[in-house]
């Protein structure tokens, strides 16, 4: 599937999800991460509910498509220290 296909909301979510999960992992123990929880908490619900899932489009393979080039994306706009640490 060409990423393009994708409702542009449901990208930037998707990739928003991968962000703040990378910042996760990145931090520092002693950091508090209660908030980047709450915001893939969030970030889950507003993808697995968006309607694109309810089209013909919204297969189980575009869900992995969907994955994937949003991750490769986060990766792309990820700091240098990020992309180590993950």
């Keep these: 599937m060409d990423i393009t296909a994708f409702p542009r909301d449901l990208m930037e979510a998707q990739t928003a999800w991968y962000v703040t999960y990378n910042r996760l992992a990145a931090a520092p123990a002693n950091q508090s991460p209660t908030a980047g929880r709450s915001r893939l908490q969030e970030l889950s ?3 697995a509910a968006h309607p694109y899932w309810m089209t013909p489009a919204g297969t189980p393979r575009a869900r992995m498509e ?3 080039a949003a991750r490769a994306t ?3 706009q990820a700091p240098p220290a990020i ?4």
């Design 45 to 47: 619900r507003r993808i």
């Design 66 to 68: 969907l994955k994937e």
């Design 74 to 76: 986060a990766q792309r």
């Design 83 to 86: 992309r180590r640490a993950v």
